[in-house]
């Protein structure tokens, strides 16, 4: 009987030697660190959504001067490069309107 109380003390002891840290450290957060983190985090949002629309914006330019995503892979990083330079306009081009 003896033996059972000196476990059962130990039990509680561990419990009570493990919970005492989580409490002291979990602290209520206050209205402005809510409202910063909240502000962060649409902010954060907002960057992503731009971020996201100009990588589409960006891809469906390629697509237009031929670029085709499900294309071959093994030629991935040529097709690539061939859509971008069809996309950019020449510098060394002659100008429709000269003589």
Request: with cysteine; charged share 20%.
């Amino acid at each position: 009987m003896f033996q059972n109380r000196t476990i059962a003390l130990c039990a509680a002891v561990l419990v009570s030697v493990m919970l005492v840290p989580a409490a002291t450290f979990a602290q209520p957060m206050g209205a402005s660190e809510a409202s910063s983190s909240v502000t962060s985090k649409a902010q954060r949002k907002a960057e992503s959504k731009a971020r996201r629309a100009r990588k589409n914006a960006e891809l469906t330019e390629l697509k237009k001067h031929g670029y085709n995503a499900a294309g071959s892979q093994a030629t991935y990083p040529q097709n690539v490069q061939n859509a971008e330079a069809r996309q950019k306009p020449s510098t060394n081009a002659i100008p429709a309107s000269a003589p």
